[in-house]
Structure formats: C-alpha cells, structure tokens
C-alpha cells in the first residue's frame, strides 16, 4: 500500500534525526549566551517554518537528500530551486522573508559553518523585489485617534439603556483605533492584549505593559494610556465588553460574540476592513506604527530616535527606512503631547 505523499512542510518529528539534533541543541537549552537566545519568538518560529518548507519542498523533489548530512544539504542551488517554487505562489517579498529566515536558522543551527553565501542571496533578493507601493494616503495618529473618537461617539451606550451588538462591536473597533494612536504596537501583540497582564491599571492610571519574551525584537515594551483614552477604557470594560461577551469569561481585552472568545488576528483584520471601508482607504493595524513615526517626524523632525524608543526598533535605521514618510513609557509621554498639540492645530476631517 503506498505511503501518504509528503507535505509542503514537514512536520518536525519527520525531519532527519541529524535536523533535530542540531534544532534542539540551538532552539532548546538554557544557555543564556547562546544566539538564538537572542531571536524573538517570532523570529524563532519563523526559523522553524522556513526550515520546515525547505525539508517539505526536498521530501518532494528530491527525497534522497535529506539522507546528507545538513551543512552538506543546504546549498546554493538548492536554495535557487526553493526560491523558484515559493515564486510561484508567494509574493517577492515574502519570498525573501523565508531564505532570511532560513539564514538565521542555519546559522543558529550550524554556527560553524560560513554561510554568508546564503545571506548574500538573500540580500540580492531584496534589492529585486519591487518597492512597497508608497500610493496610500499619508495618515498621522491624530487621524487614526480622530477616526477612533468618532467611531466611539457614534455607537456610545446611553445612560440606563442596553447597549446593541451591532453598537458594541463598533464601538470596539473605536477603541481598538483611538489606542493604536496612542499606543502603535504590532499586530500580534494587540490581538493578544489580556487584562490585568498586559493591561495594568495601578491607581487612576492605566498601562500597557508588554514583556520582551512577546517583542519581536526582544525589548520590552511599556505605554502609559492618556487620561482621553481612559475615559473611552471604561466605558468599554464596564459597558462594551460584556455586551459582546454575553456572560461568558474571558481575559482577553478584545473579544468576539462568535464563540464568546478572544478576537482572533483574522476578525482584528475584519475590523479594519471595515475602517477601511468607512474612511475611503485601505487601513491596517500596522498603519498605525507609520503614522506614529510620521507624527513624530512632523512635530520633531530633530529627533527621530525617540520613534524608534516609541515602536521599540532595535535599529535606528529601521525606524527611518519603513516609517519616516514626512525608551518606552518616556516616549509615550512626549509622544502624547505631540498628539495633542497636533490635534489642536490640525484636526482631522473625514471627506
């Protein structure tokens, strides 16, 4: 009887012993000096993808190499026939995230080995996938607060009467807006947002209070939430919440009525569609981060370091590569200031 045909991506307990070996002695020790102690656990998760793909795509086409030994197996052209594969379904960009990915793996795995080759592939990959279209509408935290505020104002509860579903979920949007304005985060990060661990209140003051272990780039991420937000905040713990909740329990700050659980990132992403659709462009949870830098850049265009402190970069370069089109809760002061003065000044009007 034949065998199941192999997956895209095969799954660890199929990958060579030898793979395993080399995955566990990088990805799971203790050791506080070792490199991959130093990936985030996204970047680490995507090690382990890439690593997969790369297994899964040589388990079809060509099983009897992964019976060589790993350093061995992993080779320019087989790297080419991958990139060749992803091509075709995948966009150029995403295409360059997996070989970086399968950079960082290999040079956790096998730190012995010079695999600058690989990083260079991977580098002229990126010099030709086609730039990001920069068409959008520029969009500043004040908009997006504005945008927020409004949504809110509209679907509000009325004193001593229930509030609607439809109002509710609204009305979560709202304040799922009006908080990336002031706290620009990313996408992962806000869909798993739990209260009372990633959101503290001590006293009148409410925070948003993010370890390293759940950073992208491993640096811990902490925002005070302004008095303005606070107010929206509790109409939506006291009120909004458990109307969507109806009567179940959950921790998560953003929830759904399908199931009574956690908004998943797919329904976050069905919110902003929605946004989107009610403003007359395209807006996304990473929106959010550009139009904080770009906020920063147009009050103080003097010190672009403190949006890299405020969206927690390890690089200052990365700061002003991805986000300049125009530490931690410090920045967040001083960035709601900004914000403030903005929005006096220019408040935002929807056409």
Request: with cysteine; proline share 6%.
């Amino acid at each position: 009887m034949p065998g199941r045909e192999p997956r895209l991506h095969l799954t660890y307990n199929q990958w060579p012993v030898a793979d395993r070996l080399l995955w566990e002695r990088a990805f799971c020790n203790d050791d506080p000096f070792a490199e991959a102690t130093r990936l985030a656990k996204a970047s680490q998760e995507g090690c382990l993808w890439a690593w997969r793909r790369f297994l899964g795509f040589l388990a079809i086409y060509e099983p009897t190499a992964l019976e060589i030994a790993p350093n061995e197996r992993l080779t320019a052209e087989r790297v080419r026939a991958v990139v060749s594969h992803l091509a075709e379904t995948n966009a150029p960009r995403s295409v360059v995230s997996h070989v970086n990915a399968l950079y960082l793996g290999a040079r956790v795995m096998m730190p012995e080995h010079d695999w600058s080759w690989l990083k260079a592939i991977k580098a002229r990959l990126l010099a030709a996938a086609p730039a990001r279209s920069q068409a959008r509408p520029v969009i500043t935290s004040v908009q997006l607060l504005d945008i927020g505020q409004q949504l809110m104002d509209e679907n509000k509860p009325e004193p001593g009467a229930p509030i609607s579903l439809h109002d509710a979920i609204r009305y979560r949007d709202g304040l799922m807006v009006a908080l990336l304005a002031f706290v620009p985060i990313r996408r992962k990060n806000l869909a798993a947002l739990e209260i009372d661990r990633h959101l503290v209140r001590e006293g009148s003051r409410w925070f948003v209070v993010i370890p390293r272990e759940e950073t992208k780039t491993g640096t811990p991420i902490e925002f005070l939430l302004p008095e303005l937000l606070v107010l929206y905040l509790t109409v939506y713990l006291d009120v909004v919440r458990p109307r969507i909740l109806r009567g179940a329990t959950c921790s998560a700050l953003w929830v759904s009525p399908i199931g009574n659980r956690a908004l998943s990132e797919v329904g976050l992403e069905k919110s902003f569609n929605r946004l989107s659709i009610r403003v007359g462009f395209r807006i996304t949870p990473h929106d959010a981060r550009d139009a904080a830098a770009t906020t920063w850049a147009i009050a103080m265009p003097g010190q672009i370091g403190i949006a890299r402190d405020l969206l927690a970069h390890s690089d200052l370069r990365t700061t002003t590569r991805h986000y300049n089109r125009a530490r931690g809760i410090e920045a967040s002061r001083a960035y709601h200031q900004v914000t403030a003065a903005m929005r006096t000044k220019r408040p935002f009007r929807r056409s």
